[in-house]
Nanobody, 127 residues
Framework: QVQLVASGGRLVQAGDPLRLSCRIS????????LVWFRQAPGKEREFLGA??????????YGDSALKGRVTLSRDNAHNMAYLQMNSLRPEDTADYYC??????????????????WGQGTQVIVSS
């Protein structure tokens, strides 16, 4: 059974960078698109971006407040996905999640639910 485990969240200072990881275990997600999103207390889920596990590179960034400050990447050999965030702001404080569905990255912002879920990792940005 494939599992996703997000990690790397912690307390950082405004302006700091932070890289979150999502480890895929128990099988392959070839053909799936892995999505990053976040949810702050009292706010709606916000799609951040998606990266597909395929032979060709497919990455899609949502129109979030992180756009321009975020980069998605993957390490096929180690079954890892990464969310690199730069110039963090206090308003970036949220729980960050990875999840996955079978399909293309440019469809990912339309997905309401996911086949695979990782637990959240908390990011707190202090001013």
């Amino acid at each position: 059974q494939v599992q996703l485990v997000a990690s790397g969240g912690r307390l950082v200072q405004a302006g700091d960078p932070l890289r979150l990881s999502c480890r895929i275990s128990g099988g392959t997600i070839f053909g799936y698109t892995l999505v990053w999103f976040r949810q702050a207390p009292g706010k709606e889920r916000e799609f951040l971006g998606a990266i597909r596990w395929a032979d060709e590179e497919e990455t899609y960034y949502g129109d979030s407040a992180l756009k321009g400050r975020v980069t998605l990447s993957r390490d096929n050999a180690h079954n890892m996905a990464y969310l690199q965030m730069n110039s963090l702001r206090p308003e970036d404080t949220a729980d960050y999640y990875c999840a996955a569905n079978y399909g293309h990255a440019n469809q990912a912002d339309e997905w309401a639910d996911y086949e695979l879920w990782g637990q959240g990792t908390q990011v707190i940005v202090s001013s």
